[in-house]
T-cell receptor, first 114, second 109 residues
Framework: NAGVTQTPKFRVLKTGQSMTLLCAQD?????MYWYRQDPGMGLRLIHY???????AKGEVPDGYNVSRLKKQNFLLGLESAAPSQTSVYFC?????????????FGPGTRLTVT | AQRVTQPEKLLSVFKGAPVELKCNYS??????LFWYVQYSRQRLQLLLR??SRESIKGFTADLNKGETSFHLKKPFAQEEDSAMYYC???????????FGSGTRLSIRP
């Protein structure tokens, strides 16, 4: 099993450009999450999904959109990138079974917006 | 509102010395608490969770509801313990997790 994978690993965007980050998991997990990691601020939840076809806002959703058309994939979109979105983005997933709350993380995507 | 506080951004100790990484939380419900670790150039991974009361790599953490704390401890630090440590609180039936700002642990030889 590959676990949680993220594409791409690195990306540089100019202000105003758009892009989509792909997260894929092969563990048949129900829940998927997108976080951003910034120095001194830990990880902050952007959006999450509790199942195929569902999404919900997290702590810092502005400027991002997501889609979960297939259970194994969770896409994060930036429609018009801004320098404030320079960050490391992590995807995570976990089973939907009660009592198992461990989240499994991807390797991260480092995004720079100039 | 739920909150997780890690007061130390950086903790530097000598190899063989005891380690304590502090974590305090604020949550009105019954907390689900975790410690995650991120080694250099590796992905974030679960170190331990309070509900399992286990010891991983010599680390333990006890939930103190009276002090709303979940400090991470290890009696004798090893160089391979150098990493970024995040305390985390599960809420909303643990469908979501809120992370603290992290503590970078540096073990000096």
């Amino acid at each position: 099993n590959a676990g949680v994978t993220q594409t791409p690993k690195f990306r540089v965007l100019k202000t105003g450009q758009s892009m989509t980050l792909l997260c894929a998991q092969d563990m048949n997990h129900e829940y998927m999450y997108w976080y951003r990691q910034d120095p001194g601020m830990g990880l902050r939840l952007i959006h999450y999904s509790v199942g195929e076809g569902t999404t919900a806002k997290g702590e810092v959703p502005d400027g991002y959109n997501v889609s979960r058309l297939k259970k194994q994939n969770f896409l994060l979109g930036l429609e018009s990138a801004a320098p404030s979105q320079t960050s490391v983005y992590f995807c995570a997933s976990r089973p939907g079974t009660s009592g198992n709350y461990e989240q499994y993380f991807g390797p991260g995507t480092r995004l720079t917006v100039t | 509102a739920q909150r997780v506080t890690q007061p130390e951004k950086l903790l530097s100790v000598f190899k063989g010395a005891p380690v304590e990484l502090k974590c305090n939380y604020s949550y009105s419900g019954s907390p689900e608490l975790f410690w995650y670790v991120q080694y250099s150039r590796q992905r974030l991974q679960l170190l331990l969770r309070h509900i399992s009361r286990e010891s991983i790599k010599g680390f333990t953490a006890d939930l103190n509801k009276g002090e709303t704390s979940f400090h991470l401890k290890k009696p004798f630090a090893q160089e391979e313990d150098s990493a970024m440590y995040y305390c985390a609180l599960g809420y909303s039936s643990a469908s979501k997790i809120i992370f603290g700002s992290g503590t970078r642990l540096s073990i000096r030889p």
